[in-house]
């Protein structure tokens, strides 16, 4: 099978369950967080995690832009992806190494594989095949996403209250 021949509902299929497994992991991570924030995660830590949490917005927004303005959001979509991925290098190595436990690790491990194929497949996606498709789905599919997407935004919240 070619990329050509991956059809839209499987793009589709393929951006959901990466979003709702990444939302899985990292509400469990975040639950983790809020448990050991006070003790142990530093103001340099949530620094990071904020910086993180701004550079995957500005991301997720280039790729929702890729609809309608095409490749002209490619430089911001490789900027976020590089900054955010250089701060997750940066957390995981600084702050987390000694501190985590093997399930948080595990967590971690989750979490970056299932945004990695969720930014992957929407890159794709979005920037060779233009979304084609997308608006030929399911209803149900803008629901599911609809409701990932609220999910995402109160972990969001709550990670940057911290």
């Known amino acids: 099978m070619t990329l050509a021949e991956i059809t839209p509902i499987n793009w589709a299929r393929i951006v959901l369950v990466s979003a709702i497994l990444f939302s899985f992991f990292w509400g469990l991570d975040a639950l983790t967080h809020k448990r ?3 003790k142990e995660i530093t103001d340099k830590e949530l620094n990071v995690h904020r910086i993180i949490l701004l ?10 832009g890729v609809y309608w303005f095409g490749w002209i959001m490619l430089p911001l979509f490789i900027a976020t992806f590089i900054t955010r991925t250089a701060h997750e290098f940066i957390d995981e190595l600084k702050f987390h190494v000694g501190r985590c436990t093997q399930k948080e690790s595990y967590l971690h491990l989750g979490m970056w594989t299932t945004v990695l194929v969720k930014t992957s497949a929407l890159f794709i996606w979005g920037f060779i095949y233009n979304y084609n498709g997308i608006t030929d789905l399911p ?8 409701l990932v997407l609220i999910t995402m935004s109160i972990i969001s919240y709550f990670e940057w209250q911290r």
């Open 139 to 146: 209803f149900y599919y803008y629901l599911i996403a609809v």
């Open 55 to 64: 550079c995957s917005l500005l991301m997720e927004i280039s790729l929702v």
């Open 36 to 38: 050991i924030a006070e």
